[in-house]
């Protein structure tokens, strides 16, 4: 069973940047991520990676948010620069099921974490 501990979140100007990590204990998918929710938003699948390094991005942080892990491969990042408020959310870390053996950031997550909070304000 995988156990997700996200941290880094915290509140920051626009066009400042925040670094997420997740720590990752138990078994772990092949296809890590993270996503969003706002308050009366649907969820949003923020970034993947798979197994073997490739990454996925929504359109709507592409260039601006990188998603990582370290060689261990225990911990996941997610680099956010160039912040807007419309980034305000709780962001989750998520071991993510492949849809069709791919991995999207909007594929159902099948664990998260407790998530923390990125607040952008203008």
């Known amino acids: 069973q995988v156990q997700l501990v996200e941290s880094g979140g915290g509140s920051v100007q626009a066009g400042g940047s925040l670094s997420l990590s997740c720590a990752a204990s138990g078994y772990t998918n092949n296809c890590m991520g993270w996503f969003r929710q706002a308050p009366e938003k649907e969820r949003e699948g923020v970034a993947s990676m798979d197994f073997d390094g490739s990454t996925s991005y929504a359109d709507s942080v592409k260039g601006r948010f990188t998603i990582s892990k370290d060689n261990a491969k225990t911990t996941l990042y997610l680099q956010m620069n160039s912040l807007k408020p419309e980034d305000t959310a709780m962001y989750y870390c998520?071991?993510?099921?492949?849809?069709?053996?791919?991995?999207?950031?909007?594929?159902?997550?099948?664990?998260w974490g407790q998530g923390t909070l990125v607040t952008v304000s203008s």
């Open positions: 998520a071991a993510l099921a492949l849809r069709d053996g791919y991995c999207f950031p909007d594929n159902t997550p099948d664990a």
